[in-house]
């Protein structure tokens, strides 16, 4: 089908040619050593780090160099080993909202119809629907555990993916080669799954990469909120064990949540690049959709 | 126009329908038994069993549903122990506060982001450019529960310039412009993290769009006309910018509404993501059912309002 817009002949005075984007040098170096402090949590910080170690409340000092918490468990070990936590939820969430959102989207799109309207009504109503106050509520009813957090936190994410897929997916129903392999006798899923799904990934990679910083500041906030799970140490859970001790321990909010504030950045920064990366108009896709 | 409101508000009540088929769904799938979910837990045995009974948890599936749809839709959520109140009254009784504090956040974000947003789409690769864009990339990936922390440490805690919790000083006597004002106070540090958190989304919503305005003809045109660079980017750039802002903004009432609850949570403000916190310690099962409820609704009727606002501003919507 052939688009014609009004940027193909129209020169763009506002926007300056830029420069080729560069290896993402600070996401990979943020991500590394939040990857880094996940892997090796067990030589930073041998045993249990959810035991009792020294002192409680104590400052960054030699001895804990993070601090210890009410409890006089070791920040840094708790930090280190949260970073396993946290490292885990955002890529597993991102396989289920992914393999949701394919599932959905590949489906509607590629068979249309009646199919298509109930999937994308479907699809409409979990978005309208406010993702963290329906996790909040899933996990309410069917417990803390750190796999079924995973589960409800990528359930809520997977509008995202199914629309974009569905949009490519119709742009490329028609084109030649799909109806060469149709004419050639070969079964649908063959061609969806052969000559379809391949040429229209890419976008959706990059809108569920987008989707990890939120999955991973949602699986934050629900811990601060009390639904964490208790068996892994998780920097919401820390900072929100650091609330009543505001005034007088700030270490307790500042380490974790220094830990958190990084990997989001590290995460949206590497997925803001492979977007670029995709898309020569260098147009930010909205990580919220 | 009427006949697009009348089309857009019809959508609305299978959404609510959607919503409760929901909550009944997941309510039956949670193990454990439904009966604690609808009723909460702290009655003793001869309650439980009349609410077995009156909710009619001994027949069949479907018609447990249709009564679980009569008693919401008619507003019974059911009663809470804890508060010994209903569990609708006890939720709307917070609803002013949050949206107070979310209002005022959003209010405050948007000025601000599309004022900057639209000053550095003017400029661009200047180091306002730069620097808005950096931070909105770093407040992006702030989580707001921490930022709301760091200010309570730095704002409430070294510097003591405003109150740590609650939204009214607990010896306030007399009202009118002192309860005014001591609210306001109040209100700084939470609406002001919940507006950091806004922020980002307004700044790089406005900033694309502007951006992309100004490579339009019609700007070229008013160039070429010789009008001054101030009039052109307010007056045509920016109007023509700010619709596909205020659509998006609009959807993202439910991003804001977490936000809140958990800054909420952090200020001790008596809103609705506070009742939730409690709610969840304690298991007050009704509660986080009825405001996942009255938040969704809240959502439903943020998107209708947005989409009449675009019909209106836009009358392509109307006749598509």
Do not use: C
């Amino acid at each position: 089908m052939l688009t014609w817009t009004r940027e193909s002949v129209t020169p763009k005075r506002t926007a300056p040619a830029r420069r080729p984007p560069a290896l993402p040098i600070g996401a990979l170096g943020l991500l590394g050593a939040v990857a880094l402090l996940a892997l090796g949590a067990d030589l930073v910080a041998p045993g249990d780090p959810l035991r009792t170690v020294g002192p409680a409340l104590r400052p960054p000092g030699p001895n804990h160099l993070l601090g210890t918490d009410d409890l006089g468990r070791d920040l840094l070990a708790m930090v280190a080993h949260g970073a396993r936590t946290s490292l885990l939820v955002g890529a597993a969430t991102a396989l289920v909202a992914g393999a949701v959102g394919i599932l959905v989207g590949g489906i509607s799109g590629y068979f249309g119809g009646l199919v298509d309207d109930l999937l994308m009504r479907l699809t409409e109503f979990f978005q309208v629907t406010p993702r963290f106050f329906l996790a909040t509520l899933a996990v309410v009813l069917f417990g803390p555990k750190l796999w079924l957090i995973v589960g409800v936190v990528g359930l809520t994410f997977w509008p995202g993916p199914a629309r974009i897929l569905r949009s490519r997916i119709l742009a490329l129903r028609g084109r030649e080669f799909v109806l060469a392999a149709r004419a050639l006798g070969a079964p649908e899923f063959y061609i969806l799954g052969r000559h379809v799904l391949p040429n229209a990934l890419g976008p959706v990679v990059v809108t569920t990469a987008l989707q990890v910083g939120w999955a991973i500041l949602t699986e934050a906030s629900l811990s601060f909120l009390g639904l964490g799970d208790r068996s892994a140490p998780s920097w919401g859970q820390m900072l929100s064990n650091a609330q009543p001790f505001i005034r007088t321990a700030w270490w307790l909010s500042v380490f974790p949540g220094l830990a958190l504030l990084a990997t989001v950045l590290g995460v949206n920064l590497l997925a803001d690049w492979l977007n670029r990366q995709l898309d020569p108009r260098l147009r930010r896709a909205d990580p919220r959709l | 126009m009427g006949r697009y409101l009348l089309r857009r508000l019809l959508q609305v009540p299978p959404v609510v329908v959607g919503l409760l088929v929901l909550n009944f769904t997941l309510i039956h799938l949670a193990p454990g038994d439904p009966l604690y979910f609808l009723v909460g837990e702290g009655g003793d045995e001869s309650y439980y069993a009349a609410m077995r009974a009156r909710l009619g948890l001994d027949r069949p599936l479907p018609e447990q549903l249709i009564r679980y749809l009569a008693g919401a839709l008619t507003g019974d959520l059911g009663r809470s122990f804890r508060y010994n109140e209903p569990v609708l009254a006890l939720i709307l009784g917070r609803v002013p506060a949050t949206l107070l504090l979310s209002g005022t956040a959003l209010v405050g974000s948007t000025l601000a982001g599309v004022w900057v947003g639209t000053v550095a789409a003017a400029r661009p690769g200047s180091f306002l450019d730069r620097a808005a864009d950096a931070l909105s990339g770093v407040l992006a990936a702030v989580p707001g529960f921490w930022l709301g922390q760091l200010l309570l440490i730095v704002f409430a805690g070294w510097l003591g310039l405003f109150p740590v919790q609650g939204m009214v000083s607990p010896r306030l006597t007399g009202g009118g412009w002192a309860l005014l004002v001591d609210v306001a106070h109040h209100l700084v540090l939470p609406a002001g993290t919940l507006a950091f958190l806004q922020l980002a989304l307004t700044f790089r919503l406005t900033h694309q769009s502007v951006r992309e305005t100004l490579a339009e003809d019609f700007i070229r045109t008013a160039r070429a006309k010789g009008l001054p660079p101030g009039l052109i980017l307010y007056r045509h750039a920016l109007r023509n910018s700010l619709l596909p802002v205020v659509t998006v903004i609009g959807g993202h009432v439910g991003t804001l509404l977490a936000g809140a609850a958990v800054v909420e949570v952090v200020f001790a403000w008596p809103g609705l993501g506070r009742l939730l916190y409690e709610a969840v310690l304690t298991r007050g099962y009704p509660v986080v059912l009825g405001i996942f409820l009255v938040v969704s609704v809240m959502t439903v009727f943020a998107n209708l309002l947005t989409d009449l606002a675009y019909a209106y501003l836009d009358p392509r919507v109307r006749y598509a």
